[in-house]
C-alpha cells in the first residue's frame, strides 16, 4: 500500500463546477503539499499545509491531522485548471531531512 | 529570481547507451533533489544532497546511476547503461527552509526515452 493515496484518478468536469480531490496518508508528516503539473511542465507548489484550511484565489486547500486526511477544492472551474493534481507529504525533518513523499497525481480535465 | 534549470529537456537514446542530465538549482538553496517521475506515477526521489553531501540515496539504482554536487551548486545525474524501464521524466528540484518557511522548487524535467 502506497503511503499517499489520492482519489480520483482521473476527473472531467465541466467548466464552472466544484471539484474535490482527495489525498490520505499513512505516515506522520510535518506538513503536506498540493502540487499542480501542466503537460510537458514542471511542477508549481500551489499549497503548504500543516493544520486547518488555505485559500488562494478559487484554490482552497483543508488538512485534517488526526484523519490523515487532506482536500483540495477548486470552485468554478476553468478549462485553465486542467493539470495534473499531486499531493505530496513531508516526512518529519529530523528523521528523514524534509523527504517529501508523493501520491500518483490525479488527472484533472474541464471542459468548456 | 531565477528558477531551477534542467538541460536537455529531451532526450532519447537507445538501451544500453549512456546519458548525463544537468541541474542548476535556485542561487542559495543548499538542498538539491533528483526524482523519477514515470508515466501515470508520481515522482520518486532517487538522491537527495544537502550542499555536496548526500543526504539520501536509498532508492537510487547504483549499478547504472550516478549523480554527483562537486561544488555544492550544479548537479548532474548519468544513467549508464540505459534501459526501457528509465523512460520517465526526471525532475530536479530545490529547496530552502528558514525557520517554519518550507520552499521546494522544481525545474521543468528532462523527458528521457529509451529506445
Known amino acids: 500500500k502506497n503511503e499517499v493515496e489520492q482519489s480520483p484518478q482521473n476527473l472531467t468536469a465541466q467548466e464552472g463546477e466544484f471539484i474535490t480531490i482527495n489525498c490520505s496518508y499513512s505516515v506522520g508528516i510535518s506538513a503536506l503539499h498540493w502540487l499542480q503539473q501542466h503537460p510537458g511542465g514542471g511542477i508549481v507548489s500551489l499549497f503548504m499545509?500543516?493544520?486547518g484550511k488555505k485559500k488562494h484565489g478559487r484554490l482552497i486547500a483543508t488538512i485534517n491531522i488526526q484523519e490523515k486526511h487532506s482536500s483540495l477544492h477548486i470552485t468554478a472551474s476553468h478549462p485553465r485548471d486542467s493539470a495534473v493534481y499531486i499531493c505530496a507529504v513531508r516526512l518529519p525533518t529530523m528523521e528523514y531531512g524534509n523527504k517529501l513523499v508523493f501520491g500518483a497525481g490525479t488527472i484533472l480535465r474541464v471542459k468548456s | 529570481e531565477a528558477g531551477v534549470a534542467q538541460s536537455p529537456r529531451y532526450k532519447i537514446i537507445e538501451k544500453r547507451q549512456s546519458v548525463a542530465f544537468w541541474c542548476n538549482p535556485i542561487?542559495?538553496?543548499?538542498?538539491l533533489y533528483w526524482y523519477q517521475q514515470i508515466l501515470g506515477q508520481g515522482p520518486k526521489l532517487l538522491i537527495q544532497?544537502?550542499?555536496?553531501?548526500?543526504?539520501?540515496d536509498s532508492q537510487l539504482p547504483k549499478d547504472r546511476f550516478s549523480a554527483e554536487r562537486l561544488k555544492g551548486v550544479d548537479s548532474t545525474l548519468k544513467i549508464q547503461p540505459a534501459k526501457l524501464e528509465d523512460s520517465a521524466v526526471y525532475l530536479c528540484?530545490?529547496?530552502?527552509?528558514?525557520?517554519?518557511?518550507?520552499?521546494?522548487?522544481f525545474g521543468p524535467g528532462t523527458r528521457l526515452t529509451v529506445t
Open positions: 544532497f544537502q550542499n555536496n553531501g548526500v543526504v539520501d
Open positions: 542561487s542559495g538553496h543548499a538542498t
Open positions: 528540484a530545490s529547496s530552502f527552509i528558514r525557520g517554519t518557511r518550507y520552499e521546494q522548487y
Open positions: 499545509l500543516s493544520s
